[in-house]
């Protein structure tokens, strides 16, 4: 039961982190920070919709996280 708790965490850590991350790369496609847009080579039409995918793996994966966290220290 201890190593599915551990998991649990390393999961809900990880799948948090990258939300965040796929959360920061939102905004800086958005406001174009150093840059993104021409990085990615993003066309200005299809801008929303790649911010929109964005915006929601970031708003699941973050949520998804929280909760494999919570469920870890609901064991305990």
Request: with cysteine; hydrophobic share 60%.
């Amino acid at each position: 039961m201890e190593n599915r708790r551990i998991l649990s965490a390393i999961f809900g850590i990880t799948q948090g982190a990258l939300g965040v991350l796929s959360a920061v790369l939102a905004v800086m496609l958005f406001l174009n920070i150093l840059e993104v847009q021409a990085v990615f080579n993003v066309p200005s039409e299809l801008l929303p919709l790649c911010l929109l995918v964005l915006v929601l793996f970031s708003v699941f994966s973050v949520v998804s996280g929280f909760f494999l966290i919570s469920e870890r220290w609901r064991q305990t």
